[in-house]
């Protein structure tokens, strides 16, 4: 699809900004929330899950993330990581608590994936 601007160096800059941005804020998120659950294993006891499960959440976390951010692998990690959110949202409404926040970042994951898949590729 052409805008009708002129593919200039300012243009690609930009486009490859606002292409990577969602991206960019999922993977922080999950990389901050897979260190954490890492290195915090026994002090997290949020849903009833040992220490060890905790654990091999952040690992998944860590290696679904990587998965994403590679061109090659972003579908298995866009699946992987909405998954888990949406696992996330599930467990939110279960407790009544607010879910809105969890489900915006099932989107942008979707999002980010799409920006990169689709947009990148015009």
């Given amino acids: 699809m052409k805008t009708g601007i002129e593919n200039t160096g300012n243009n690609?800059?930009?486009?490859?900004?606002?292409?990577?941005?969602p991206s960019t804020l999922v993977a922080i998120f999950f990389i901050q929330n897979g260190i954490e659950k890492i290195?915090?294993?026994t002090e997290l006891d949020k849903v009833g899950l040992s220490s060890t499960q905790i654990l091999i959440v952040g690992v998944i976390l860590l290696i679904?993330?990587?998965?994403?951010?590679?061109?090659?692998?972003?579908?298995?990690?866009?699946?992987?990581l909405m998954l888990y959110m949406a696992g996330i949202v599930?467990?939110?409404i279960q407790k009544g608590k607010p879910f809105i926040i969890a489900g915006l970042i099932v989107i942008t994951i979707g999002y980010g994936a799409y920006m990169r898949r689709i947009i990148s590729k015009e």
């Fill in 12 to 21: 690609k800059w930009i486009k490859t900004i606002m292409v990577w941005l």
């Fill in 39 to 41: 290195l915090k294993s």
């Fill in 90 to 92: 599930i467990i939110h």
């Fill in 64 to 80: 679904s993330t990587a998965l994403y951010l590679i061109d090659r692998t972003m579908i298995i990690g866009t699946v992987i």
